[in-house]
């Protein structure tokens, strides 16, 4: 038996806050959460944690992130970042506090799930996108982590060995983001006119093309013109020049991934499972049409990503009237890193308009703060929503919404799973201890394996 005591508990049901309470433990199941420990009862337990002037809460449950397998990454299904940066990745999220992990590289099988599990304490399940379209457009884009393993599953399998959703259906990548930047532009242009191009030059061609939204009725003569001048690209490409091979390049790979999202919802209504698409300006259009549909669960990931902030807010309004939509919203990493999302603004415009359901990290290159982090600063120093709120959207919330990845966990409850985190307070995103199954799986900076 573990006692936690004399600590802030936050449950995690959204409502419950005991200023000076306890947690016991039990094996790998909370016993008790209870004001006031029988001081006998101390005396037979193996540990007893003062925690006073500390906060207690459930682990954290992130379910969005990136790289943290061995297989393949990304909606692009291209190869990992190598078994260092996962494991530097994985000791990262625990050490913030996460206990559960999803990982939504969607190619990714169980037995790489498993083989990475076997090797990190952390909890890790993972989504799933195998299916022939978002195939296609994962290897139209990249495709280099791809086996025949991964061509081969299917969403029914992955499901029946333990997968908990669809996801991340679609992204940066495959949607006309980096990879037309810094590849597919630049080669088709030497191709033609054999003249070298930097990305930056090659994203000028694009958004003059088609615009953030990635539209093909975007496109004017006269922008197009504009940009190739202000770009330096004016004395060797013409517009309509620049217009076929921004077409050829990138709207027709788009347009395979904007199958790849009906695709998957189809999937998701007939396997009645949770759906996660990727949300943001050049998947706007794609968001709302699946949101009509009226799935049981369609998780609009990152909603608070590369919108302006009203952009953004107006969207969220827009989606949540959908029945079965639920708006996460991404910390990214405006507080430490600062290299994807540099202010935290729309992130607190999403907390300030009761716009957020759930919150995960989203991966910001591996640099993403912790949901931890994000809390702290929108309950406890700007009070933008109530503090056990935030972190019931970071915990029960999320089993609620997706009931297969923490089932029994995300609550301080009597008979629910022991993964709890420990923190300072009121800077919680300062993890002191972190427990999984009742065991300690972290202390003062340190993964414990
Ligand atoms: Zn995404």
């Known amino acids: 038996m573990k006692v936690f005591k004399d600590g802030m508990v936050v449950t995690g049901d959204g409502k419950t806050i005991l200023e000076k309470g306890t947690v016991v433990v039990i094996g790998d199941t909370i016993a008790d959460v209870i004001e006031r420990v029988d001081p006998s009862v101390e005396d037979y337990a193996e540990e007893v944690v003062d925690c006073s002037g500390k906060c207690i809460m459930p682990g954290m449950i992130n379910h969005h992130q990136h790289g943290v397998t061995?297989?393949?990454?990304?909606?692009?299904?291209?190869?990992?970042?190598?078994?260092?940066?996962?494991?530097?990745?994985?000791?990262?999220?625990?050490?913030?506090?996460?206990?559960?992990?999803?990982?939504?590289?969607?190619?990714?099988?169980?037995?790489?799930?498993?083989?990475?599990?076997?090797?990190?304490?952390?909890?890790?399940?993972?989504?799933?996108?195998?299916?022939?379209?978002?195939?296609?457009?994962?290897?139209?884009?990249?495709?280099?982590?791809?086996?025949?393993?991964?061509?081969?599953?299917?969403?029914?399998?992955?499901?029946?060995?333990?997968?908990?959703?669809?996801?991340?259906?679609?992204?940066?990548?495959?949607?006309?983001?980096?990879?037309?930047?810094?590849?597919?532009?630049?080669?088709?242009?030497?191709?033609?006119?054999?003249?070298?191009?930097?990305?930056l030059q090659a994203r000028a061609m694009k958004l003059s093309v088609l615009g953030r939204y990635?539209?093909?009725?975007?496109?004017?003569?006269?922008?197009?013109?504009?940009?190739?001048?202000?770009?330096?690209?004016?004395?060797?490409?013409?517009?309509?020049?620049?217009?076929?091979?921004?077409?050829?390049?990138?709207?027709?790979?788009v347009k395979v991934a904007l199958d790849g999202y009906?695709?998957?919802?189809?999937?998701?209504?007939?396997?009645?499972?949770?759906?996660?698409?990727?949300n943001a300006p050049t998947s706007k259009s794609i968001v709302h049409e699946i949101a009509k549909m009226k799935l049981p669960t369609l998780i609009a990931c990152h909603s608070n990503y590369l919108f302006t902030t009203e952009e953004c807010v107006e969207n969220g309004k827009y989606l949540k009237q959908f029945e079965g939509v639920v708006l996460d919203a991404a910390v990214h990493d405006p507080f430490g890193a600062k290299k994807l999302v540099a202010t935290p603004d729309n992130l607190f415009a999403f907390y300030k308009n009761d716009l957020v359901d759930i919150i995960s990290t989203d991966f910001a290159a591996g640099w993403s703060d912790s949901m931890l982090e994000g809390m702290q600063h929108a309950a406890l120093e700007k009070k933008l929503v109530g503090f056990a709120k935030a972190v019931s959207q970071g915990t029960s919330r999320v089993t609620e919404v997706l009931p297969l990845l923490a089932p029994n966990l995300g609550l301080l409850k009597k008979g629910f799973g022991a993964d709890i985190v420990i923190t300072a307070y009121p800077e919680i995103k300062n993890v002191e201890r972190v427990y999984i199954g009742g065991k300690l799986a972290a202390k003062d900076g340190k993964v414990i394996r």
Do not use: W
Not at 237 to 251: F, G, M, S
């Open 262 to 278: 009906r695709e998957a919802a189809d999937i998701a209504r007939k396997l009645n499972v949770p759906l996660m698409i990727h």
């Open 214 to 253: 990635i539209e093909e009725s975007y496109y004017d003569r006269d922008r197009v013109a504009s940009a190739l001048k202000e770009a330096k690209l004016d004395s060797f490409l013409t517009p309509e020049e620049t217009r076929d091979i921004v077409y050829k390049t990138t709207l027709s790979s």
């Open 70 to 199: 061995f297989g393949p990454m990304f909606a692009s299904g291209c190869e990992n970042y190598g078994r260092d940066f996962i494991m530097n990745h994985l000791d990262r999220s625990l050490l913030q506090g996460h206990t559960t992990v999803l990982n939504v590289d969607g190619f990714v099988t169980m037995d790489e799930v498993r083989e990475t599990q076997r090797h990190h304490p952390i909890r890790i399940k993972t989504a799933t996108t195998h299916a022939p379209i978002n195939l296609r457009a994962g290897e139209l884009c990249d495709g280099k982590g791809l086996q025949e393993k991964h061509r081969q599953m299917n969403a029914e399998k992955m499901f029946s060995e333990g997968a908990v959703c669809i996801g991340e259906v679609g992204g940066g990548h495959t949607l006309g983001g980096g990879g037309q930047d810094y590849l597919y532009i630049p080669k088709a242009v030497k191709e033609a006119k054999g003249r070298d191009i930097d990305y």
